[in-house]
């Protein structure tokens, strides 16, 4: 385990300076429920975890920004200056910090120089768990930091967004930058993403863990169907709104879907519709079986969601149904289901702690035998949000 005293120590060796440097930490974060439903203006129930993002950084003199991360060494130091912050495909992983840079420096804050940065992250690569927006919202705090620049939260959260949409190219929603912006320790966060009103839920596991499973499958968000997935429920509002004032698929109830989705003529469309606005109202009961302390309720809305995002919007792919489907036979398993964006990446499971260990060895004999590859897991503890932290955090 390393201290942030180590982490000084890498970044004084790989910048060639004796300056201590300030450090920032942005967590990941998982979803419990309501996957796919952020960018059609509905429900999601986010929670910043204890995985995340490492930022360390001092001001230079001069207008350069020296960019550094111990997760891809063999990329070297990656330079850029203040003047000119367009991306550029060789900057790589860089590109997400300098968006921020670009756009807070649009936005009116005061960048006055340059700035080295060091990046660790333990966010498992390409796993779905919002490693972009972890690392967003920890350079929009360590800017904060070391510029004295006070910047709203939800401004922040909301040039993030912009950072994916515009800067890199990906339609996603809101919800990865809000929950690692927002992340409140041992809560999940209910998100309406049309109007971002929200609150919290405290979640009690006592007996249970949270398990995060990961495939190992990479995914490559910008390059997957996610897109595509967007336009498809862009078109189902486009038939609906031929008879119904909406503004987007979250205003609807099932029962006015129901009423109305022959409108909707394509028969694949009308399916990505049906579990936006499912996935919606299992969010809002999700919700309110958290706060009532069911967890065995809650995590059967877990199951039905997966089963949602498999036969309707088409997101889960053999590797995550595999890890679902056999975790829902297992003794002491409540409820699982894939997050992120699909296609790879994770699944998680609320398991009854002393089951844990046994229901990751079944898991892995499945999934092993049919794909050859062992599955990674994760015990996840939920956090706060984007924060500057102290010296002795063991990393």
Wanted: some cysteine; overall charge negative; charged content about 25%.
């Amino acid at each position: 385990m390393k201290t942030a005293e180590n982490f000084t120590k890498d970044f004084q060796n790989i910048f060639h300076t004796t300056k201590a440097p300030r450090i920032f930490f942005a967590p990941g974060r998982i979803n419990l429920i309501g996957e796919h439903t952020d960018y059609n203006g509905a429900h999601v129930f986010p929670a910043a975890i204890s995985y995340g993002t490492y930022c360390l950084g001092t001001k230079r003199e001069d207008q350069k920004l020296r960019f550094y991360s111990m997760n891809f060494p063999e990329k070297g130091m990656i330079e850029c200056d203040l003047s000119d912050l367009s991306f550029n495909e060789k900057h790589d992983w860089a590109n997400y910090p300098k968006g921020i840079f670009l756009y807070l420096i649009e936005n009116g804050f005061h960048i006055s120089s340059g700035a080295d940065i060091f990046y660790y992250g333990n966010i498992p690569n390409g796993a779905g768990l919002s490693s972009s927006a972890s690392i967003e919202l920890a350079t929009g705090v360590l800017v904060e930091g070391l510029y004295a620049e006070k910047i709203n939260r939800m401004e922040l959260i909301k040039l993030g967004q912009k950072v994916e949409n515009h800067y890199i190219g990906v339609n996603s929603g809101i919800m990865d930058q809000f929950a690692v912006g927002m992340g409140k320790e041992n809560h999940a966060m209910l998100l309406n993403c049309d109007t971002l009103e929200y609150k919290y839920a405290p979640i009690h596991l006592s007996n249970h863990v949270i398990l995060i499973i990961n495939t190992n499958k990479a995914r490559k968000l910008a390059d997957s169907k996610y897109n595509e997935r967007h336009a498809e429920c862009e078109a189902a509002l486009r038939d609906l709104q031929k008879k119904l004032r909406i503004n987007s698929l979250g205003e609807l109830t099932k029962k006015e879907f129901e009423e109305y989705k022959h409108l909707i003529t394509n028969s694949t469309i009308r399916k990505r519709a049906k579990h936006v606005v499912y996935e919606n109202e299992r969010t809002l009961k999700a919700f309110d079986q958290l706060q009532q302390g069911n967890l065995e309720a809650f995590s059967k809305l877990l199951n039905d969601s997966h089963i949602s995002l498999r036969d309707d919007y088409e997101v889960t792919g053999p590797e995550l149904d595999t890890i679902a489907e056999t975790a829902w036979e297992l003794d002491g398993v409540l409820g699982a289901r894939m997050v992120g964006g699909g296609f790879g990446g994770c699944a998680i499971a609320i398991i009854e702690k002393d089951k844990a260990e046994a229901a990751k060895e079944q898991i892995n004999a499945v999934y092993q035998e049919k794909f050859g590859i062992k599955a990674t897991f994760y015990t996840a503890t939920i956090g706060d949000g984007a924060k500057e932290i102290t010296k002795g955090v063991v990393i």
